[in-house]
């Protein structure tokens, strides 16, 4: 089946530092990609939805100037904290939307876990 | 390593019972979810369960745990056409580091 990677799987950063989440598709082209936040005990929030080739769309209360993602091409989008601080500690996963042959499946990553001390 | 299994397609008739099923293998799982995509969207929750009860129930979804043989299914009564959807089962440990299932595609035909 699909896969969906996500690199780093995990990081540790210093707080004021900006932490980049690459998300691929590897066996299809992913036009729309979403990101996902899970904060501790509790379950994913949707974050942004990505398009390629166009500026993402984010859910309200989402700082888009904080958190930038980049849909450059149909296998990768990636995801930026930018000026990280300790409650931007979490568990962040991507999804990859394989829409080919009329499907519209969406494939999870395996989320990376970020870290600001 | 731990996996989260479903099939992948179900089809009933409006009106009908639909029952998606979703084992997992992580005994010490503690938070088990199900998450609905329309076609587009992300995800919406639509229930969760603490891995100590056996039964949620809420409206029309009914949520049953057998923690003995980690089966979770989720019973959606009197289904509708807008419930066609894709439905995700997903589990945590103590609420961390989820891990979703590949999607059940649910079809609800008139």
């Known amino acids: 089946g699909a896969v969906v990677s996500q690199h780093p799987s995990w990081v540790i950063c210093k707080s004021g530092t900006s932490v980049k989440i690459e998300c691929r598709s590897l066996?299809?082209?992913?036009?729309?990609m979403f990101w996902y936040r899970q904060f501790p005990k509790q379950s994913l929030m949707l974050m942004a939805t990505?398009?390629?080739?166009?500026?993402?769309?984010?859910e309200q209360g989402v700082e888009k100037d904080k958190f930038l993602i980049n849909h450059a091409s149909l296998t990768l989008s990636t995801l930026t904290v930018t000026s990280a601080h300790p409650e931007d500690s979490s568990f962040y996963i991507c999804?990859?939307?394989?829409?080919?042959?009329?499907?519209?499946?969406?494939?999870f990553g395996p989320g990376t876990r970020l870290t600001v001390l | 390593g731990e996996d989260v299994e479903q099939s992948l397609f179900l089809s009933v008739r409006e009106g009908d019972s639909s029952v998606i099923n979703c084992t997992y293998t992580?005994?010490?799982?503690?938070?088990l979810y199900w998450y609905k995509q329309e076609p587009g969207a992300g995800l919406q929750l639509l229930t969760y369960?603490?891995?100590?009860?056996d039964m949620k129930q809420d409206q029309r979804l009914t949520v049953l745990l057998n923690k003995k043989d980690k089966h979770l299914s989720l019973r959606i009564a009197d289904t509708q056409t807008g419930d066609s959807a894709i439905y995700f089962c997903?589990?945590?440990?103590?609420?961390?580091?989820?891990?979703f299932g590949a999607g059940t595609r649910l079809t609800v035909k008139p």
């Open positions: 999804s990859a939307r394989d829409g080919a042959g009329g499907m519209d499946t969406q494939y």
């Open positions: 066996d299809f082209q992913a036009t729309t």
């Open positions: 990505s398009n390629e080739g166009s500026k993402a769309t984010y």
């Open positions: 992580d005994s010490s799982s503690t938070y």
């Open positions: 369960i603490f891995s100590n009860m």
């Open positions: 997903a589990e945590s440990i103590q609420g961390n580091d989820m891990r």
